[in-house]
C-alpha cells in the first residue's frame, strides 16, 4: 500500500516546489490567531522516543488547527506491554484517528506504518533517518533571515552520524542549490556523508567551514547513539566547540543554528548560545507554524 | 529418505547433463530400487516399469543445498522438517543439509538422529550439519566423531560465527583428523552489533547502522590463514557476499584446496540498492551487498571459484517480518527460486553455460561435504534427478510458496527456467 496523501515521510522525497508550498503556507500560520481547519480532527502523537520541542509544537499546532490531540507514549501504553508498531497503527486507525504524528528510534518506522495504514503519516524523527519538520522549520527560520537560498553557504558542525536532523537539512537545502559543509571528526562526520545529496562536502577543519558561511548549524553529540563508539570529548571541544573567537570566521551576519537540546560548554559556549548571531529560540517559534501547515496539509487544506 | 521404489522409472527424451560424469547429450535414464541403473543414447534402453517423457526438458543430477534452515526442533511455526523439503523439492532439491541454530541447538548425536528420523516427514535426503561448539556458544567443541558417526555432514555455528583463534584452530585440527567440513558463517559480530545493512552510501542515508565488508573479509581471511596451517584442514566459508572476502578465498584455495565456498542467489542477484521503503524482505546476514562486491560474486560462480549456489533458506513468520527494518528478523526463504535466479541471471544475462550452473547446484556442493554417491548420474548413483525447462518463463508468487514462511523479496519476478520433476530415490516427489 503506498502512504496516504498528505503523509511526510521524508524530505529526501519532496521536490522543491512541494517543499516551498509548505514554508508560503507556513508563513500565513499564527498560533496566536487560532483558525478552525481542522476544527473535529483526532491526531495522534505517537512518541516512541523523548521529546520536548517537537511533541509540545505538534501539540500547539494541531490545538491551534482545532483538532483534537492524544498523545501515546511508550511507556504507560500497550507498547509497554509488547503491542508491536502495526497493531498499534491498527488500533489508533480504529478508534478514529485522522493522523498519525509518529517519532520512533527506529530508521524507517515510519514508512512501515505509513504503508499498512490508510491514514496519513508525519514523520517527526526515526532513529537515524529524517526529522522533515524539523528541516522545514529551519528553512523557515533561514529564510526569516535571509532573502533566500539563492547563493548561501550554511556548514553543520558536529554529530552527523547520528543526526536525523543533518540528513534532512542536507536533502532540503540541497535541493535549493545552497552549499553545504558538514564538519566534524571521521567517527561523526564519516566521508559517505558527501554522498547524500548534491553540492555537500566534508571538512575536518572548524575553519575551513566557517570560512564565508552564511549559516552555522550545531548539533549535539548524541551519548545515547553512539553505540559502543568512543568520542574524546575534551579532543571534541578543542576542535570543534563554537566560540564566539571561531564565529568571527564566519561571514559577519551569519546566525546560529541548533536543533536542540543544547548542551551549553560541548558544542557550543553560553555566549554563542545566547549571542546576538544566535536563532536558537527563534527556531523553536517557527516550530510551531510550520507545523500547523504540515498537519494542515496532511488533512488537504493547503490554502 | 529411506525408502525407495523397487520399480523401474524411465526418463526418455530428454537432455542430459551431468558435470560430474562429463555428460552434455540427449540420453535415456532408467533408474531402479533406488539407484541409477542405466545411461544410453535414446530408444536404446527396454523395459520399463514407468516412464517419464523428458522431451524438451534438460535431466540433471538431484540438486543439492549446502544450507538450509528447516527450524526444527523448536520452531516449527516458521517452517518443520515436512513443509521445508516439499518447498526444496518444488525447487529442485533432493538433499538439503540444514543448519544446526535450532531450538535446541542441534549439538549432540541424539539430535542429529533426530533429524534423520523419518518421522519428521522429510521428502527430500536431510544431512543435518551439526553445531561446532556445546550450544554454539564458541568456547567447547562439540563431539566432531560422535556427530558424524550418527550422520552430520559437517559442523557449523552459522550465524554465531566462531571468534576465538583458538578454537577455530582446535576445529579445523579436528575435522581435519575426521575428515569433516568445518562451515563459517563469516562476521566479526563485535563490528556488526546493531547493524541491519550493508555499509555504505546507502546505509548512511537511510539512517542504518552498517556491517561493514571488512566485518565479513577479516575473519575470511584468518580462517583461511588457519586452513593453509592446519594439515588436511576442510574449511567451508558459507554464504560469501564481499570482493574483499573473495580475494583471501583465491589465495587460500591456491595452498588449500579443501578451502571451499558458496554463493546465495540473493547475493548474486539482488543489491544494497534493490530494498525499497525499510522492506525486511531484503533483510538478511549477510546483508545485500555493493554493485562491485555483487560482480565478484558472478566472476566467483562463473569462474569456478566458487563451489555451490546455496539458498540459506531462512524462513521467518510474518510478525517477524512485518515491523520495523532494525528489528525485523534476519533472512530469506530461498528453495523455490534458487534455480530460476540462476538460470534467469547467469545463464540468460552473464552467459554462464547451463553445465556450470547445474555443476554449482551438483558436483560442486558433493565436493564440499563428500556426499558420495549424489551430484551425479552414473550408473550405481542414488536415483535423485532433477528435470527442468530451462526456458520457460514464469512468474513467482510467494502467496503459493510450499515453504510455511513467504519472507522472500522475489515476489512477482517473471523468471526463467523452471522445475518440472523432482525424483529422489527412483521415486517422484515433485512434478510441476
Redesign the interface.
Known sequence: MNAARGSLLGIEVLDAAEIMRILKLARRMNPHRPRPLLKGRRIVLLFYEASTRTRSSFEIAAKALGAHTILIQSSGSSIEKGESLLDTGYTLRAVGADAIVIRHPNAGAPQVMAHHIDVPVINAGDGLHEHPSQALLDAYTILGNKKSFKGLQVAIIGDIFHSRVARSACHLLSKFGVRIILCGPPELVPDVAATLAPGVRVTRHIEDALRGTDVVMLLRVQKERLAGMKIDLPEYIARYQMTPARLKTAKKDAIVMHPGPIIRGLELTSEVADGAQSRILAEVQNGVPTRMAILARSMGKMR | MKTHDKTSLLIHGGHLIDPAGRIDAPMDILLKEGRVAEIAPPRKIKGADRRFDARGLVVAPGFIDLHVHLREPGQQYKETIATGTIAAAAGGFTSVCTMPNTSPVVDSPDWVTWLRDPARGAVVNVFPIAAATRASKGATLTDFGALQTAGAVAVTDDGKPILDDQVMREALVLGGELNFPVVQHAEDTRMT??CSMHA??RS??????GMTAAAEATIVERDVQLAMQVPNARLHVAHVSTADALKALRRGKRTNPRITFEVTPHHFALTEDDMR??DSNYKMNPPLRSAADREAMLVALADGSASAIATDHAPHAA?EK??????AAFGITGLETALALAITRLHVKARVPLTRIIELFTAGPVRCFDLRGRGTLMRGSYADVTIFDPKKKWTFDASKSLSKSKNTPFDGWQLTGRVLATIVGGTVVYSG
Open positions: 552489533e546493531h555504505g552510501a548512511f542515508r537511510l539512517g542504518l547502522r521503503d525499510y510478525h512485518d515491523m520495523e527494518f532494525e528489528r
